[in-house]
């Protein structure tokens, strides 16, 4: 029931091992004027050290204010631990430049190039109004009410300069990531966060997460650039597919998670291997297969999404799926290539509907006290 600490070289919630409750959000700015973004950034900095402390959003509380004035903290994480709340913040392509080619915040010039719009992928069905955004948040808690308790405060906080534009709960981890994590499983069963990028994995991190100096504008080093992509995952086809046809698709046992031909679940997958029919062991259509280091010139992910379910479709079916997250160093050469050759060719889209899209550039860690969100972009 821990805090995590908000202040260090690189923003939590990225390395922190995943914990197991995810309310994101995407906001609009809905100012022009520079100085109420600036002072919201602020103001947000200083509620989220606060929050991922276990204490109130404002600095007077729930209920210790004068009964004539709202409260500064809506309340409902009162007598609740911090739940290793970690809020993670992230900009837009966006921001930068809106829909219609205006630089709202004289920030046009510090764009990075790798904040590049994502292109068309094959089977694409994104709805606009949940992809996109200019800010991002990332809350993540081992309490549902933590999480949803710190993004309604800064919701709240921000009125007037930004809006809600789309948010997503998760439940249950996808991935883990750190070595003292047990992999967890997604909604199609098997286990998933077996190869990710892990926080133990130091040389990796540092060539495959965190941008580094000369990659971009200054202000980005030390952060890290993250997808998001909400996968609706249609279990209940998926429910009536045979097993092997299931490990076929995604290349691993859905007992142990092993790669198929292997025995355990950390075995390195053989992707030469034949059976005695002469096919590969691993199909080529195969999800790890394509989505391996192996085949994309080196690219790894550090994977964080959640499993989600918002209700029915209305059409006999839960509406359920995976919130995929990934953070990376550059998403030009690792999500999209990925993504590119996972859209063409992997076995799973039969079974897949990526609804929603977002991309965002987190920045480095709040050094200090005195540091804020973003503070070396404006
Ligand atoms: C691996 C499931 C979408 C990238 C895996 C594994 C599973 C899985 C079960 C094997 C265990 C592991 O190593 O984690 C899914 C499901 C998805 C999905 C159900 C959609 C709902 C994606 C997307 C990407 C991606 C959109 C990236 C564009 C990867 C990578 C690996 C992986 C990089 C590790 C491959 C390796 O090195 O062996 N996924 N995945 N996945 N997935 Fe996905």
Redesign the pocket.
């Known amino acids: 029931a821990g805090a995590v600490p908000f202040l260090g070289e690189h923003q939590a919630g990225i390395t922190t091992p995943a914990q197991d409750r995810l309310h994101f959000v995407a906001f609009d700015v809905i100012t022009k004027d520079r100085a109420r973004l600036v002072a919201l950034l602020q103001e947000w900095t200083a509620a989220a050290a606060r929050m991922t402390a276990g204490r109130d959003a404002g600095l007077i509380g729930a209920v210790d204010g004068v009964p004539e004035a709202p409260p500064d903290d809506t309340g409902e994480a009162l007598g609740l631990p911090p739940s290793q709340l970690t809020l993670t913040i992230g900009f837009g392509p966006t921001l930068f430049r809106d829909a219609e080619g205006r630089d709202r915040f004289g920030i046009a010039d510090r764009r990075p190039a790798a904040l590049a719009d994502l292109p068309h992928f094959a089977g694409d069905a994104l709805r606009p109004e949940l992809s996109g955004g200019d800010i991002c948040v990332q809350a993540c808690a081992n309490d549902p009410q933590v999480a949803v308790h710190a993004i309604r405060n800064l919701a709240r906080i921000g009125m007037g300069v930004v809006s809600v534009r789309w948010s997503q709960l998760g439940f249950g981890r996808t ?1 883990s990531t750190s070595r003292d994590q047990a992999t967890p499983r ?1 909604l ?1 069963g ?7 990028l892990k926080a133990e994995d130091a040389d990796l991190l540092r060539e495959q997460l965190w941008a580094q100096p000369g990659d971009g504008p200054d202000w980005m080093t030390g952060g890290s650039y993250l997808v998001t ?1 909400k ?1 609706r ?1 249609l279990i209940e086809t998926w429910d009536r597919s045979p097993l092997a046809e299931q490990e076929q698709i ?1 290349g ?1 046992t859905k007992g142990r ?1 092993a790669p198929l031909g292997g025995t355990g679940e950390f075995d390195q ?1 053989d992707f030469a291997a034949r059976g005695d029919d002469g096919q590969p062991v691993i199909a080529e259509t195969a ?2 297969r394509l ?3 192996g085949q994309n010139g080196g690219a ?2 550090l ?1 964080r999404g959640y499993n989600f379910v918002d209700g029915s479709d209305g059409l006999g079916r839960l509406d359920a ?2 919130f ?1 997250i ?1 953070y990376q160093r550059d998403p030009r050469r690792q ?1 999209v290539p ?2 590119t050759r ?1 859209a063409r060719h992997d076995a ?1 889209n039969e079974y ?1 509907r990526h609804v929603s899209s977002a991309l965002f550039a987190c920045p480095p860690g709040v050094r200090d006290p005195a540091d804020w969100w973003g503070r070396a972009l404006f």
Not at 190 to 196: E, L, P, Y
């Open positions: 991935s997604n199609f098997f286990k998933d966060g077996t190869a990710n992509r996968i995952m995604v691993r998670g997958p999800h790890v989505a391996h280091p790894h992910l994977r799926g995976l995929f990934a999500f990925i993504q996972l799973m897949l």
